[in-house]
């Protein structure tokens, strides 16, 4: 490409041949005003209020910046007075038709229009045309378009109907200057507000994510619906969009495995005694963390759905754990996790806090004496299992809110009180598919949290060698236990690579080759998967480093051609004669 | 002298054997009846130490196994279940009342239920009287072929 010399404002500058002026205005720091320019969108030159002055040897021209090609040896006057003069009267036309639209007064501001000429009109619209060609240029919806000509032309949509074509993105309205596109079913947006707080297709899913880098959500992704935009592709420098790319499985040879696949919270929906669903100020456990971060949709502000902080919040322990219908173990961390809340609501709002509580298990290094400091900051408790939430009155002073029912255990008494919002402490519960992962891997997982080897001895190794757990998936525990758990596991797993060898099982089982008949029974039963059949010598050979010796193959063998190491037959027969000399004799 | 009942237990190491040794240490009270033979896992356990036992003249019979889902070896414990089931129709024809055999689950904390387990297997046992099956078997050794 060939390099051209110019000035702007008398600043040589040099650019390539057929640079937009407004593009190398810009380098130089150059502000030019635009209103129908976006830098993802191809010149339109329409709205005419970058205009500039352009010399070109003697002749003088004006021309508008971001369409005009600059050629070598022109000069460029973005601010002359006859430019100024140029633009106030463009504005003043455009004040005509749209005389109260806030971009337009605030440019008629700066170029010094108090009163324009020729009146105010009403409209909102410059005809601008961003939104037109964001729609099918960017988009790739085409839902919207110019219709009609000269003073009655208007953008809208074909016949002026709902369009099918609309995929409700938004991006009109984002783009139109003077906002006189609006956005009037926030629900239809494809930027669906997620649970407490709205999400970009592009995000990083939470603050603390590893790795620290954003996703695109399909679901909500424009281009996944129209198959256009990848806007993000175009702005993104290190060219780091791919969006071919798809899910993919990688395989690794590891010597150890870890464990931490966490839990799921508890989903209170299907206890519809408490509404949750059903009134928008029944918030579970994790979503009222949520409103609570600083980092959250409401920047940590305790908010109610129809807005207002709470005067009132009553927070109801053990839902879906201690409870016979749901899981009958405790949680262990919820009486924690509602505490934390008691203080902060008492600290945010000021509001009267009541805890719903059947036995408040304080059992952590510094947790009773947090309970004793709530107790003194005036947070209720009410030691009974709540009954309900609903929004059904019996007196004026329930009119409008939320009514918990309970059995107030300590007083022997049906008490109903009334509270603007409830949090309901959820319990923690396995994740839904531990169960397939748990066979995968060959491990024990009695109801759906993973089972140490040993509670006491082994406590995050399991019943396969090299297997570790961690945290939530092996029972409910909080973050310092889960921290050590994993710090242990940890050690674990690297202890394991260290040793460079590994000491395996000595009492394992090992099949007779002469007496093997290669029935293959042994093969399906062994939950270690430490059998294969020899396809070759059409026996079943036993992988010592996978036995565990536990023995069930040499229990089930039909022609005893496996022996299990220590614990052979011949042993436990003699073993049972020892233990019965008495009656022998 | 009264009947006391020999019954052999068969345990596994990681539940029930330990179970039985927390029984101990926490001074449960049971009868010293049930004598203890420990495999790495209930489904080492063969029908035929069961018969054996029965033929070396056990009253009674009883094997111990983890809690379903608990077994250190993942599934030991049901393939024992499957086992024992079988074997407990069989026993009825060898001449030995199913009373007198046993299947449990006793997991490592459950000394308690080890004291009860027992109590309650030599009670049955001790009801059912002396076995025959030895006694029957020696009898038919001894009859000369005819």
Request: hydrophobic share 35%.
């Amino acid at each position: 490409m060939k390099t051209i010399k110019l000035k702007i404002n008398g600043i040589e500058t040099e650019a390539e041949d057929r640079t937009p002026i407004l593009a190398i205005a810009e380098k130089l720091g150059i502000r030019i005003p635009t209103l129908c320019h976006h830098p993802i969108l191809e010149p339109y030159g329409v709205c005419r209020i970058c205009t500039v002055e352009v010399r070109v040897g003697r002749r003088i021209r004006m021309v508008t910046a971001c369409n005009y090609p600059a050629t070598n040896g022109i000069e460029v006057l973005t601010d002359s007075e006859r430019v100024r003069r140029d633009r106030r009267m463009i504005l003043e036309w455009f004040m005509s038709r749209c005389g109260h639209v806030p971009v337009i007064e605030k440019l008629a501001a700066e170029y010094g229009i108090t009163e324009p000429r020729f009146g105010r009109g009403d409209e909102e619209c410059i005809l601008c045309g961003l939104c037109v060609r964001v729609c099918s240029d960017v988009v790739g919806a085409h839902a919207l378009g110019f219709f009609n000509r000269g003073t009655t032309r208007v953008v809208s949509t074909a016949y002026d109907e709902t369009s099918p074509k609309c995929i409700s993105c938004g991006a009109c309205a984002y783009v139109c200057p003077t906002g006189c596109i609006k956005i009037e079913d926030d629900e239809m947006l494809i930027r669906k507000e997620l649970p407490l707080g709205p999400l970009t297709p592009v995000h990083i899913p939470f603050m603390q994510a590893i790795p620290h880098k954003p996703v695109i959500d399909r679901e909500s992704c424009i281009h996944f619906k129209t198959g256009d935009c990848k806007i993000c592709e175009k702005v993104c420098e290190v060219k780091a969009i791919d969006h071919t790319q798809t899910d993919h499985v990688d395989e690794f040879d590891v010597g150890a495995v870890i464990l931490a696949t966490g839990f799921k919270d508890f989903d209170p929906s299907c206890m519809p005694e408490y509404g949750y669903g059903k009134y928008k100020n029944v918030l579970t456990g994790i979503e009222f963390e949520r409103m609570n971060s600083a980092s959250g949709p409401t920047g940590g502000r305790i908010l109610m759905a129809g807005g207002g902080e709470p005067k009132s919040v009553a927070i109801v322990h053990c839902v879906g754990s201690r409870d016979e219908r749901h899981h009958k173990y405790c949680s262990r961390v919820c009486c924690m996790y509602a505490l934390k809340f008691a203080h902060l609501i008492k600290e945010k709002t000021g509001a009267e806090v009541y805890n719903f509580y059947i036995d408040m298990r304080c059992f952590g290094k510094g947790y009773e004496e947090f309970y004793h400091r709530l107790l003194e900051e005036e947070v209720r408790f009410v030691r009974g299992r709540a009954a309900s939430v609903s929004d059904f009155p019996l007196n004026h002073t329930e009119v409008g809110k939320l009514v918990v029912r309970v059995e107030d255990t300590l007083i022997g008494q049906v008490r109903r009180i009334p509270v603007d919002m409830v949090v309901l402490a959820t319990g923690l519960e396995p994740q839904a598919d531990a169960k397939d992962l748990a066979r995968t891997l060959h491990i024990s997982c009695g109801d759906g949290f993973f089972a140490e080897r040993h509670p006491k001895l082994a406590p995050v190794s399991t019943a396969t060698e090299g297997i570790f757990i961690a945290g939530v998936c092996q029972g409910p525990k909080d973050i310092p236990d889960t921290v050590a758990q994993a710090s242990a596991a940890a050690s674990q797993a690297q202890t394991l690579i260290c040793m460079g060898e590994i000491e395996i099982e000595a009492a394992t089982a090992f099949v007779n080759d002469e007496i093997c008949s290669g029935c293959r029974i042994c093969n399906t039963l062994c939950s270690l998967s430490a059998i294969r059949y020899d396809e070759e010598k059409k026996i079943s050979v036993i992988n010592d480093v996978l036995c565990k010796g536990c023995g069930t193959c040499a229990a089930a063998c039909p022609s005893a051609a496996i022996t299990a190491r220590h614990f052979t037959d011949q042993q436990i027969f003699s073993e049972i004669e020892g233990v019965l000399y008495d009656v022998r004799t | 002298m009264t009947f006391e009942p020999k019954i052999v237990g068969i345990l596994c190491n990681w539940c029930s054997y330990t179970g039985a040794d927390l029984a101990g240490t926490a001074r449960v009270k049971y009868p010293p009846n049930v004598r203890v033979i420990r495999v790495m896992c209930s489904g080492r356990v063969d029908p035929t130490f069961v018969l054996k036992a029965f033929a070396d003249g056990a009253d009674g019979v009883l094997v111990a196994g983890c809690h379903p889902g608990d077994c250190h070896y993942i599934e030991g414990n049901y393939k024992a279940l499957r086992r024992m089931r079988l074997l407990h129709k069989m026993l009825a024809d060898y001449g030995i009342e199913p009373g007198r055999f046993r299947l449990e689950w006793v997991s490592a904390s459950e000394g308690e239920r080890w004291g009860k387990v027992v109590t309650e297997i030599t009670e049955e046992v001790r009801k059912l009287g002396p076995a025959k099956f030895r006694q029957a078997r020696k009898a038919k050794a001894a009859t000369p072929a005819a």
